[in-house]
DNA sequence: TTATTTGTATAATATCATATAATACAAATA
DNA sequence: TATTTGTATTATATGATATTATACAAATAA
């Protein structure tokens, strides 16, 4: 997978990083159990600092998406998120970016039919 | 409209401000032409600083979304955004914004159904 | 064993964003 | 004239961000 960095962006570089990498693993370009570079290798790829690809590492595990193994690396989270009870501090955090996504949208003159069509497409863009 | 916020956040308070602000605006409780508190009014009533509410101001200015009027003050800009041509940058802004929360929410284990109902509720809930 | 690689920890440093404080200005109103 | 509006300026303090350099435990490969 390819990972573009913003150097001009005021989004940090290790959220950018994180998002990235999300995003990869909900288009299923990262498949569960797969290896993600090593934070030196991405780093240098990248050209930065290995400190903040481990930052980046270190949100997306604590977020579970990914788990770390000394021997094989990161690695992306199997299905443990697909089944079991769905995390209700993430839909409470969901909830309330749509509802800030929703009133931008709506101010910006989109129509319910064409807000939705935009998040259908979105979802569909996600793997499976 | 009642505004809170959370100074413990990591969300600035002038980004919580125009988040707040633009809720308001896209639910109906601040209508369009209607006047927002005065910079150091909002700010003595909130406890911060008033060029922090300033920041937010002017950031809700720059969005489009209030005007400033030197004998009215602040002012929820009128129905500009509801006619004319679809802003093209926001579009962008928001599919990318929505590709995160799917990847995101898909990662977490919501099915499509079950995600663009959250995106209906969130919308169903502005205005209109 | 030894050498290497893994993620991680630490410390020092620099830069920028954030927030506050105090003061001041032009424009408009009462 | 006095007041209020948003805004500008300057100074200051704090925290986030990013870099650099060094080091560690754990595991693998030689």
Redesign the interface.
Known sequence: MIIRIDTVSTTPIYVQLR?EI??G???GELSEGECLPTVRQLAADLGVNSMTVSKAYQTLKAEG?IETDRRRGAVVRAGV????Q??ER?REK??G??????????????G?EE??H???M???????
Chains 1, 2 share one sequence.
């Open positions: 998002n999300v995003k693993i909900g288009r998406f998120q697909s089944g079991a769905p995390d993430y969901l909830e970016e749509l509802e800030l996504l929703s009133a931008e949208a709506k101010i910006k003159g989109f319910r807000f939705i935009l998040c259908s979105a979802f569909a863009g996600m793997e499976g």
